[in-house]
């Protein structure tokens, strides 16, 4: 049975009206028309992310600096005992029909992909989980985090998942574990090869932080931001390429092409973020022009979001500002992910806006520009990049502002 309202997918410029509370009370309400019974319905919020500093190094074993926004994926999920699974979702017809003892070894192209992907990776993380899930589950998705947009629905879909999963069968799994199977069902199941950062950013996040989150040693720390002096703005172009995913798993190939190349001069080297910028200025004649600029992008970003966290340390705003865009410039001249839409977003952002910095966010190719605002700002800065957009594209860009939020969680 298709769900009877579909929704539209969610905007930016949704307005977000009421408690999280209330809106997971409405779609408590829904899993319960489209599930029938009430009784065991358990709520979930899994939120998205922005990436501030530190583009395209997760996968090449760089720092990142990304935090999480507070619009995000709804869960609403009760246990069954048939051995039937069922995932519906707000936005979508089509719904996952399984059963436990026989779950798909294979995607099915469909959105229910994610969530299935974290169930199969939490059924062979553990040897007590398949019989703890047997009975089954319905579980109905919704929310109000834009898709394919930079902001990591995918991430909170699956770290969701995981966090959902892990509350109603008791499976204890440590929050490492949690994140590592969100990570294997985008990985190993839906076939993106993404880095780390996306489900740490989500299911580590802490209010008014950001996660300095180093990928080669996959250790973390939180490191407070002024939300004082600083607003984080977000600016949607509505553009969606359909090439994204094959562009993206493109340039982690040239990554480690890149890298293989290079390593033969840095006998120490395990990942490309480890290649200085001596060796590469003495050996990157090697590489073919493509993968020289990518290379040229990490070695130079690893340096940049070293010198961001510095200036985020120190409250130095006006260095961090200046990170943040030169990270989109090498990004669309280096690492050729912007389009001209998200150019526009941070030029109109910065030159007539006056924010500290913008950058694309997520892997590019359309989706979302982030920009670092002086508090207070936040208006002039919206109204310059809506009037750019709306003159050149007429229409204006979905708008919305953050202070980073917290990570997954069960709302009552
Ligand atoms: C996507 C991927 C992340 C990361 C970013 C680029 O969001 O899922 O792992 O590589 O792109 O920084």
Not at 347 to 363: K, N, Q, S
């Amino acid at each position: 049975m298709p769900f009877p309202t579909t929704l539209p997918a969610p905007s930016l410029g949704d307005p977000v009206v009421g408690r999280l509370s209330e809106a997971l009370q409405g779609h408590r309400e829904a899993f319960e028309q489209h599930f029938g019974a009430s009784v065991g319905v358990r709520t979930f919020f899994s939120p998205g992310r922005v990436n501030l500093f530190g583009g395209h190094l997760d996968y090449n074993g760089g720092p990142v600096l990304p935090t999480a926004i507070d619009r995000g994926t709804f869960v609403a999920i009760r246990a069954r005992e048939d051995g039937q699974v069922r995932m519906g979702s707000r936005f979508a017809e089509a719904q996952g029909h399984f059963r436990t003892s026989e779950l798909p070894v294979s995607p099915r192209g469909e959105w229910f992909d994610y969530p299935l992907g974290v169930l199969l990776a939490l059924v062979r993380l553990d040897d007590s989980a398949p019989a703890k899930i047997a009975g089954g589950f319905d579980v109905l998705f919704g929310g109000n985090l834009p898709v394919g947009a930079g902001l990591s629905s995918s991430a909170s879909i699956c770290v969701g998942m995981t966090f959902a999963l892990d509350s109603i069968f008791g499976l204890e799994l440590d929050p490492v574990q949690r994140v590592e199977a969100a990570l294997d069902a985008e990985r190993g199941f839906v076939g993106v090869k993404c880095g780390i950062m996306d489900p740490y950013a989500v299911g580590f996040a802490r209010p008014k932080h950001v996660l300095w989150l180093d990928c080669k040693d996959e250790t973390f720390e939180h490191l407070p931001m002024d939300f004082e002096r600083l607003s984080i703005g977000v600016a949607d172009t509505g553009i969606q390429r359909l090439l994204a995913r094959g562009e993206f798993n493109r340039r982690v190939t040239e990554c480690a092409a890149a890298f293989d190349a290079l390593r033969v001069h840095a006998p120490e080297a395990r990942v490309l973020r480890d290649i200085n910028r001596t060796v590469l200025a003495e050996h990157g004649h090697e590489l073919d022009a493509d993968l020289l600029r990518r290379a040229t992008h990490v070695v130079e970003e690893v340096e940049r979001t070293f010198v961001a966290r510095e200036a985020l340390l120190s409250g130095d705003l006006s260095t961090l500002g200046r990170c943040m865009s030169e990270t989109h410039a090498s990004l669309r001249d280096r690492y050729d992910c912007s389009c001209e839409e998200l150019d526009v977003l941070v030029e109109a952002a910065t030159v007539e806006g006056g924010a500290l910095g913008a950058r694309l966010t997520g892997a590019g190719f359309g989706g979302c520009a982030v920009m670092l605002i002086a508090a207070g700002d936040e208006q002039r800065v919206s109204d310059a990049v809506v009037t750019a957009y709306e003159r050149r594209y007429g229409r204006r860009p979905p708008i919305a502002f953050f202070q980073g939020d917290e990570g997954p969680r069960e709302v009552r």
